[in-house]
């Protein structure tokens, strides 16, 4: 299983980003994908969340109306799209797939949000 996030940076407060996450090792169209987040000094936290068809989400009351989870089942990849960014949004950005009892994780994409 291999997890590899992308499109972290730096951004202004109020814009845009799109973190994307590449599936391969395993039949990415069978399970739910989630993407979490954790800031320094906190604990990691559920932000979005997808099933496997890609018709059921489900997001953190902090995100909500900003973020939207997505996914490109014949890409193998799940999306992240971020709007309206805050500096509370700072933080590094990980994808899980939600395979056997721990499910498998990515290696993170840092997102910062600072004028």
């Known amino acids: 299983v291999q997890l590899v996030e992308s499109g972290g940076g730096l951004v202004q407060p109020g814009g845009s980003l799109r973190l994307s996450c590449a599936a391969s090792?395993?039949?990415?169209?069978?399970?739910?994908m989630r993407w979490y987040r954790q800031a320094p000094g906190k604990e990691r936290e559920l932000v979005a969340a997808?099933?496997?068809?890609?018709?059921?989400?489900n997001y953190a009351d902090s995100v909500k109306g900003r973020f939207t989870i997505s996914r490109d089942n014949a890409e193998n990849t799940v999306y992240l799209q971020m709007n309206n960014l805050k500096p509370e949004d700072t933080a590094v950005y990980y994808c899980?797939?939600?395979?056997?009892?721990?499910?498998?994780w990515g290696q993170g994409t840092q997102v910062t949000v600072s004028s």
């Open positions: 899980k797939a939600m395979i056997g009892f721990f499910g498998s």
């Open positions: 090792g395993f039949s990415f169209n069978s399970y739910a």
């Open positions: 997808i099933n496997s068809a890609g018709g059921s989400t």
